[in-house]
């Protein structure tokens, strides 16, 4: 139980990363656009 929670954290931390990436991709995209 303990080593899926572990595995879980990471697929979090992951997807958490993934999605600020493309926030930053996306406020970029935005800036250069005004």
């Known amino acids: 139980l303990w080593e899926r ?3 879980l954290a ?3 931390e992951e ?3 993934g ?3 493309r926030i ?3 406020l ?3 800036e ?3």
Request: charged residues 30%; glycine residues 4%; contains cysteine.
């Open 28 to 30: 970029a995209s935005t």
């Open 15 to 17: 997807q958490l990363a």
């Open 10 to 12: 990471t697929r979090c």
């Open 24 to 26: 930053e991709t996306a």
């Open 5 to 7: 929670g572990e595995q």
């Open 19 to 21: 999605a600020r990436k």
């Open 32 to 34: 250069n656009d005004s």
